[in-house]
């Protein structure tokens, strides 16, 4: 075999080589794209499921709060009972009136006779 024709069949296979590899290099940089975008959601999808355990551990602390607030038969019952009682302190505020009238009538009447015993 003759030294050209050597150069030939080494030119032909480094060519065909060059192809190869810069259809390799076409395909990998699709696919480096798609790596890149596949970490991205990754990274994306680890966050969401953060927020969300979070969440879930925010609501389930309001849920058992909620647990021990009265429901709406208890608060009805808890506001029939305010009313009462504050009828009853009405009641108890009139009641105390003529005591309180005594009592400074009496004051006025001790004030009085201190004042003429002083003079």
């Not at 590899?21 to 994306?44: C, I, M, P, Y």
């Not at 969300?52 to 647990?67: N, P, T």
């Not at 709406?72 to 009641?95: C, F, I, M, P, Y």
């Amino acid at each position: 075999m003759p030294a050209t024709e050597i150069a030939l069949y080494c030119g032909l296979v480094l060519s065909v080589i060059g192809i190869f590899g810069h259809v390799k290099f076409w395909l990998n940089s699709g696919e480096k794209e798609l790596t890149k975008d596949v970490a991205a959601l990754k990274r994306d999808t680890e966050a969401h499921e953060t927020k969300l355990i979070s969440l879930d551990r925010r609501v389930q602390s309001v849920e058992s709060d909620m647990k021990h607030l009265p429901d709406r038969e208890s608060q009805h019952r808890l506001e029939l009972a305010l009313e009462k009682v504050n009828g009853r302190l009405d009641t108890l505020n009139e009641t105390l009136k003529p005591i309180k009238a005594n009592g400074e009538a009496m004051n006025e009447l001790l004030l009085e006779r201190a004042k003429k015993v002083n003079d």
